[in-house]
């Protein structure tokens, strides 16, 4: 067999095996999105009902923190245990800022990230790379294009 009929042949695989995932994909996704669509009624409900036992269970705990409480910070229950706890907490002033911190010396109180830029770096000249000890090396890739596919789908 001559080795561009074989790559041909090859490549038409490829294009067969993409073309059934990609309709594949967009089947399931179709689905997927109609079960959603039928079930987020249900779900936004349930989950409206769970955040206002939540609020009913916490009011009810600050109501009666004495008598559920006493000294303990865990009570357990048959359908599980209720817990309260007290830390201190800073609040987040709006008029603490960066530019406060940084005018009173409170530097350590200001997040810095800092990174390599490669999009950059990849612009220098090969000296300025050695000075880093890096350097450009030849990466070989391989790939593929298919030709897009007339529609010959029914319906």
């Known amino acids: 067999m001559d080795v561009i009929k074989g790559a041909e042949l090859l490549l038409s ?28 009624p249900g779900v936004q409900e349930a989950k409206a009902a769970l955040d206002d036992a939540e609020k009913a269970l916490e009011k ?7 008598t559920i409480f006493g000294d303990r910070d ?12 007290v830390r201190k907490v800073v609040r987040k ?7 406060l911190l940084e005018r ?12 390599v830029n490669w999009d950059v770096i990849e612009k220098w000249t090969d000296e300025r790379l050695a000075a ?23 319906g």
């Open 132 to 154: 880093i000890y890096t350097e450009r090396k030849s990466k070989e890739t391989w790939g593929y294009e298919l030709k897009k596919a007339k529609e010959d789908r029914h």
């Open 13 to 40: 695989d490829v294009a067969g095996a993409a073309r059934t995932l990609a309709d594949r994909t967009a089947e399931a996704n179709a689905a997927l999105e109609e079960l959603r669509a039928l079930h987020a």
């Open 104 to 115: 009173l010396g409170f530097t350590d109180g200001v997040l810095v990230t800092k990174s």
């Open 60 to 66: 009810h705990c600050k109501k009666h923190q004495t």
């Open 93 to 99: 002033a709006k008029k603490t800022t960066v530019d």
């Open 74 to 85: 865990r009570v357990d229950l048959k359908h599980g245990a209720l817990l309260h706890g």
